[in-house]
């Protein structure tokens, strides 16, 4: 069933790369993705730069004609008004952006986000006509107690309350291990595996077994373009979210193409 689903490589800068440096680095990208004759129907690409960035994203990216898409990395819960410093999704939608991330462990941690509220969050990228990307994703304690798997699918019916079978099948969902985070300690592909299988089992039971089969759901946690082929190897990971390795375009184009990459998982 894998082939069905399209691949879907983001890469989230977080927050680095000023509005001049992301025009420098979206086009490096496009051109190593160009001189490699990528196929973005085979394997589909975005940037997810800080809001600052995004309408000389767009300029760039709509100008040159670009194949890759780009999108945010958080959207506000409201759609105008007197809300300091948010950004709505409205605005996100009129600078075209496809994807919003929603939901971030950092986001989560740092700023207390809890699931009612990226469930709103999501909905209202929805709205918008943009695709969210929900995180998902247990801290070292829980992984420890092994309580990973509960965690995750709890976060996931949580996170997605309120969706219907239709807008699970067009969302993303993203499992970001916190404890695999900016550390490059990376779960094994088997980790990957296990916590993506279960979220489609989830996804399943909660909403229909078409929408389990179509919902796109990403491992994210110190994916490099030395690990990137064997994760992407397992069936029920479709993708990858990429943090410091998406700052890279070289190396992230690498993990754009990860089936050119070898699978050095069972090197030691
Ligand atoms: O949080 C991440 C992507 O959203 C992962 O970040 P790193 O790839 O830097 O570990």
Aim: proline share 3%; aromatic share 6%.
């Amino acid at each position: 069933m894998a082939q069905q689903r399209v691949p879907l490589i983001a890469g989230n800068w977080k927050m680095n790369q000023n509005h001049q440096e992301a025009v420098v680095l979206v086009q490096k990208l496009s051109w190593v993705l160009q001189d490699k004759k990528h196929d973005y129907e085979r394997v589909e690409v975005t940037v997810l730069p800080p809001f600052t960035d995004l309408r000389s994203v767009q300029t760039i990216v709509d100008g040159d004609r670009m194949r890759l898409s780009y999108g945010a990395q958080d959207v506000s819960v409201h759609d105008s008004g007197a809300y300091t410093g948010e950004i709505s999704a409205s605005m996100l939608a009129k600078l075209g952006c496809t994807y919003v991330v929603v939901g971030h462990s950092e986001r989560r941690e740092y700023h207390h986000e809890d699931d009612a509220l990226v469930a709103a969050k999501a909905l209202k990228t929805i709205d918008a006509g943009m695709t969210p990307i929900v995180c998902v994703g247990e801290g070292l304690e829980v992984r420890n107690e092994a309580a990973h798997v509960a965690h995750c699918t709890q976060q996931v019916e949580g996170s997605l309350a309120g969706f219907s079978p239709d807008q699970v099948a067009e969302a993303v969902i993203a499992y970001e291990p916190v404890w695999a985070i900016g550390t490059g300690e990376v779960a094994t592909p088997d980790d990957a595996q296990e916590v993506c299988e279960a979220i489609r089992t989830q996804v399943a039971k909660t909403w229909s077994s078409q929408a389990a089969e179509r919902v796109r759901i990403l491992y994210g946690g110190s994916v490099k373009a030395a690990n990137a082929a064997a994760i992407m190897a397992q069936p029920d990971v479709d993708g990858a979210l990429v943090g410091g390795a998406s700052l890279q375009a070289e190396e992230f184009a690498a993990i754009c193409r990860f089936y050119d990459l070898p699978d050095l998982s069972g090197v030691a």
